[in-house]
Each structure stands twice: as C-alpha cells, then as structure tokens.
C-alpha cells in the first residue's frame, strides 16, 4: 500500500525542488554559460567589479563589457558552488569556484533585494591559490 504513493511522492520532490529558484543557483549557471549580457539583467545601475586585483564601479552597461573580456579570455569549462549565504531574503552572498583553460578562479559575489528584486551588487573574480 505504501509503494502506491511512492510515485506522488517524488512527483511532489521533484517539483518542490524546480519550484524554489535560487538566485546563487542562477548565478552560478549563467556564469557557466559564460552569458554576461543575461547576467547583466540581474546587476543593479551601478556594481561593483574587481577583477584580479582591479577594483571599480561600473554601470550595468560597462560591466557588462567588462566582464564580457574577462570571460572571452577565461572560458569557464566547469562552475560550482562553494558557499552560500541565503538565510537572509533581501542580501545573499556566493562563492563560485570556475575552471577555465587558462586557470581556476573563485568568483564571489553579493545580491541585494533593490525595489523588491534580488540584484547584483559585487562580483569579484581572483585567481585561485589554493587547490
């Protein structure tokens, strides 16, 4: 009788795990897309960028140039997750580990709710030291 509910039940798990849309998650599978200009509909008017050491702010629009030359240059081969912060609803916090052709990153970035939206405040790219 119980195996009778076993398919309702991994329907519902199934489900109940695409129904929560994790921004980390997104941000994670963008990058490892390499697609900065969707990537740039989740950054706020102005984000802060250091990449390597260079530190800036951009707007959206020259981020998104910006890191568009870090990532022609650094095609991600895999990205994933290294920590999380998501306990809080309205400031999230990653850190994303890339391996690309030319090297491993980590990528840490922070999402802020502006005007009731999760937006991307910092992405701050270094080289990876320790493996």
Known sequence: MKK????FFIIFITFRSFATD???NKVAGIIRQGNM????TLMAESVDVVIQGN??????????VVLNNFFSQNRPLSVKVLHKINSNPHY???VLLMDSGKGAYRIAFTLKEISGKLQLIELRIE???VR
């Open 4 to 7: 009778r509910y076993l398919p």
């Open 22 to 24: 994790d921004p980390i």
């Open 37 to 40: 200009h969707e990537l740039s």
């Open 55 to 64: 530190e800036n702010t951009y707007l959206k629009a020259q981020a998104e």
């Open 92 to 94: 999230q916090f990653g």
């Open 127 to 129: 080289t990876e030291k």
